[in-house]
């Protein structure tokens, strides 16, 4: 096994975002805290399976999902793999992650998903997007973080309270 090498590099509005090939995967850093690689992607997938599990039978067929994070692209093209799934949105704030998936390696991974007319690329934070937009959907795949002991940043530590999910007060 080879050391990582770095192959992009970026300021975002959240900090330091890097993109790592080590050997023949991937790997995405994010303020110097590792995020995900490619190495195996089972997690991700049981979570889009269970979500789609979860719902009545009546509304499996044509169902929406909300993906929170991008990442390397598993739950996205698992997602896009099962025609059952009506509408796939996925809200990613970090630019870079986006493009590495449309116009960078990540594009092994998820090109096809990308492609698919049910897919939706927002370039938002989850947060914000679950606080302000009118947007429903049938299920919700949170894969943002290491868990809620582990934030990738503080503002995503609402997300695992009761009242992470409730909409902002007006102001």
Do not use: K, Q
């Amino acid at each position: 096994m080879s050391g990582p090498v770095t192959l992009d590099r970026r300021e975002g509005p959240h900090g330091e975002v890097v993109l790592r090939r080590r050997d023949e995967h991937y790997e995405i850093i994010a303020n110097g805290t590792f995020l995900m690689d490619t190495s195996d992607g089972r997690s991700e997938r049981l979570l889009v399976d269970a979500a789609l599990a979860a719902l009545p039978g009546a509304r499996r067929a044509g169902a929406s999902v909300l993906v929170g994070g991008l990442g390397v692209g598993f739950s996205l093209a698992h997602a896009a793999a099962d025609p059952r799934w009506g509408r796939i949105v996925v809200a990613e704030r970090e630019e870079a992650i986006i493009d590495w998936h449309r116009r960078g390696p990540l594009a092994a991974i998820s090109g096809a998903a990308l492609a698919d007319p049910r897919t939706v690329i927002l370039h938002t934070d989850l947060v914000a997007h679950v606080h302000t937009s009118a947007d429903t959907y049938d299920a919700l795949c949170l894969d943002i973080d290491n868990g809620p002991d582990w934030t990738v940043t503080e503002d995503n530590e609402s997300l695992y309270s009761a009242r992470g999910w409730r909409p902002a007060p007006p102001v």
